[in-house]
């Protein structure tokens, strides 16, 4: 399985913008697929995440209700829209897939093992 990450590019603040991760394969129920992002000179940090056995969502304190996390099953690609964007929303944003993960380990990079390459987001002030 690959997964790829698209969607990155550069807007203003309180601009939107939609990334999308595409998975190779077919949909799996174990998965729980994720959002994370590492803004330069920081440690990498959680966005968002979807657990497909109970469609259940998680996102970070900082972009709740600004970001959305959603995903076609058809087209086994999870999206992260992003509203009301801010400049410390700039980063590289990376998704990636954890089977079978427990909610307290969904924003920790260490349980999964599958990632994209990154997409990066500019946000100008």
């Known amino acids: 399985v690959q997964l790829q990450a698209s969607g990155g590019g550069l807007v203003q603040a309180g601009g939107s913008l939609r990334l999308s991760c595409a998975a190779s394969?077919?949909?799996?129920?174990?998965?729980?697929m994720t959002w994370f992002r590492q803004a330069p000179g920081k440690d990498l940090e959680f966005v968002a995440g979807?657990?497909?056995?109970?469609?259940?969502?998680q996102y970070a304190e900082s972009v709740k209700g600004r970001f959305s996390i959603s995903r076609d099953t058809s087209e086994n690609t999870v999206y992260l829209q992003m509203n009301s964007l801010k400049p410390e929303d700039t980063a590289a944003y990376y998704c990636?897939?954890?089977?079978?993960?427990?909610?307290?380990?969904?924003?920790?990079?260490?349980?999964?093992?599958?990632w994209g390459q990154g997409t990066l987001v500019t946000v100008s002030s």
């Open positions: 990636a897939v954890g089977r079978n993960l427990i909610t307290s380990s969904i924003s920790s990079s260490r349980h999964y093992n599958l």
């Open positions: 979807f657990r497909w056995r109970d469609r259940s969502t």
């Open positions: 394969g077919r949909p799996d129920r174990a998965n729980t």
